[in-house]
Structures are given as structure tokens and as C-alpha cells.
């Protein structure tokens, strides 16, 4: 099993940069795809970014492609969101999330597919 803790949200202007952290705990960090997802009021869940556990494929939503960046240190059970040009839409509960890959190379995008989820962590984007 893995336990998963965010931190790094907070309160950022637009066109501004914000980096959110991931820290597991537990065995076989590599073992398993990861995602960040958000939620802004009133809307579904969405995948953000998400990454495969061995060979570094990705998904990006299209509204933050260019923008978001997923890195993850299998080393330091650590994955990392690199948000820049923050918008307003970009508002949200940010959470990551973890599944036990069978592939090295599968990523997956839906939130029912993954079995371990952080606590979550506010980003908002204001002036």
C-alpha cells in the first residue's frame, strides 16, 4: 500500500508559476503510474497530468499542455507538478493520485482506474 501526501499549494496571480509535491510512502514506488488531478466546484474531477511508472510516457489535459509539467524521482517515492502561466481556471483542489502498473509503459487518465489518492492541496489563481 501507498500513502500519499501533497504539499506546495496556496495563492498565486495569474501568469505565475506554482509547484506542487507528492511524497510517498510504503514499497515498490516504481511500480506504479501516477497522476495529478483536480476539482474545481462544481466539476468533475479531472486528470491533469498523469505518467507511466517506468518509461516516462505522459498525458497532459489540452488546457495545460505547454504549461504543466509531471516529473517523478522514483528514488525519493517523489512525483512533482510544475505548474507555469497559471490561469484563473486553473483554480482547484489539486490531488495525486497512484496505481499499480502491470506495464511500464501504460498511463493512465481516469480517476476510477487509480487506487491510492492524497489528501488533496488548494491551488488558487487570483490577482
Known amino acids: 500500500q501507498l500513502q500519499l501526501v501533497e504539499s506546495g499549494g496556496g495563492l498565486v496571480q495569474p501568469g505565475k508559476s506554482l509547484t506542487l509535491s507528492c511524497v510517498a510512502s510504503?514499497?515498490?514506488?516504481?511500480?506504479?503510474?501516477l497522476g495529478w488531478f483536480r476539482q474545481a466546484p462544481g466539476k468533475e474531477r479531472e486528470g491533469v497530468v498523469c505518467i507511466s511508472s517506468r518509461d516516462g510516457s505522459t498525458y497532459s489535459l489540452s488546457s495545460v499542455k505547454g504549461r504543466f509539467r509531471i516529473y517523478r524521482d522514483n528514488a525519493e517515492n517523489k512525483v512533482t507538478l510544475q505548474m507555469n502561466n497559471l490561469k484563473p481556471e486553473d483554480t482547484a483542489v489539486y490531488y495525486c493520485?497512484?496505481?499499480?502498473?502491470?506495464?511500464?509503459?501504460?498511463?493512465?487518465?481516469?480517476?476510477?482506474?487509480?487506487?491510492?489518492w492524497g489528501q488533496g492541496t488548494q491551488v488558487t489563481v487570483s490577482s
Open positions: 510504503g514499497f515498490g514506488f516504481d511500480d506504479y503510474a
Open positions: 493520485a497512484a496505481k499499480k502498473a502491470l506495464q511500464g509503459w501504460d498511463v493512465f487518465t481516469s480517476d476510477y482506474e487509480y487506487d491510492y
